[in-house]
């Protein structure tokens, strides 16, 4: 399980995150959802250690990982999916995917078969270049090289974002293959509500940096939910 508890961020003088708590539970996909500019990505960033928080707690799979620098979080089972993508443009989608073997002990330095069978497009553009795929393809693609590491922990950041409706559909029933496999936490960051809702067993609400709306699936209010996510 990923434990977050009473995590404080500052950009500056600007108090970012405010004692910010959630978990993630391995066989769920939990979502954080909230308006542009409500802390949702330092949230994530925070997690796997590319921002440093002032207080607070993360623990995963009941240790402490706070204090681990970013490619330490890596080594322990977490992967994120960033906001935009981030795949190198120049590279394909072979290389691409390969970045994933840095924090991997030799004997795992190889694609698995399930990433081609999840995204099955991705073989047949091994040698094409990454900047010359569809932002749907690249989206997949940064799946795929996050899967490629063999995580526990899966954080994504608004995958849908930017993207045709049919590889929404694709990236949704990847997310929900993952979850059921049951050996990984998955935590989505989203806007699009309805994508968000079909795939969550839980989530959390954020509004100027803090969390304000959390539950089950099962007890979401839908209209309070979207209370904070129009404008």
């Not at 932002?135 to 997949?140: E, L, P």
Request: aromatic content about 6%.
């Amino acid at each position: 399980m990923l434990e977050v508890e009473a995590l404080d961020l500052y950009y500056g003088a600007s108090h970012a995150l405010r004692r910010v708590g959630l978990t993630a539970k391995k066989g769920e996909v939990t979502c954080v959802l909230g308006r542009n500019g409500v802390g949702k990505t330092s949230v994530l960033r925070a997690i796997f250690g590319l921002l440093p928080t002032r207080s607070g707690q993360i623990r995963w799979e009941g240790e402490d990982i706070s204090r681990l620098a970013a490619y330490d979080r890596a080594r322990v089972g977490l992967a994120l999916v960033p906001q935009g993508r981030e795949i190198f443009p120049r590279l394909t989608v072979e290389e691409n995917l390969e970045t994933g073997f840095s924090i991997l002990p030799r004997s795992l330095r190889y694609v698995p078969d399930e990433i081609y069978t999840l995204f099955p497009a991705l073989k047949n553009m091994l040698k094409r270049r990454g900047g010359d795929l569809s932002g749907g393809q690249q989206q997949q693609l940064a799946i795929a090289r996050a899967l490629v590491m063999r995580p526990r922990c899966l954080l994504l950041d608004e995958p849908t974002e930017g993207i045709q409706p049919s590889i929404i559909k694709d990236i949704g029933r990847v997310i929900a293959t993952l979850a059921k496999r049951g050996d990984m936490a998955i935590l989505l960051v989203e806007q699009y509500f309805e994508f968000a809702r079909d795939l969550a067993a839980a989530f959390f609400v954020m509004q100027r940096g803090a969390v304000v709306l959390s539950g089950r699936r099962d007890d979401m209010d839908e209209a309070a939910v979207r209370s904070f996510l129009t404008v």
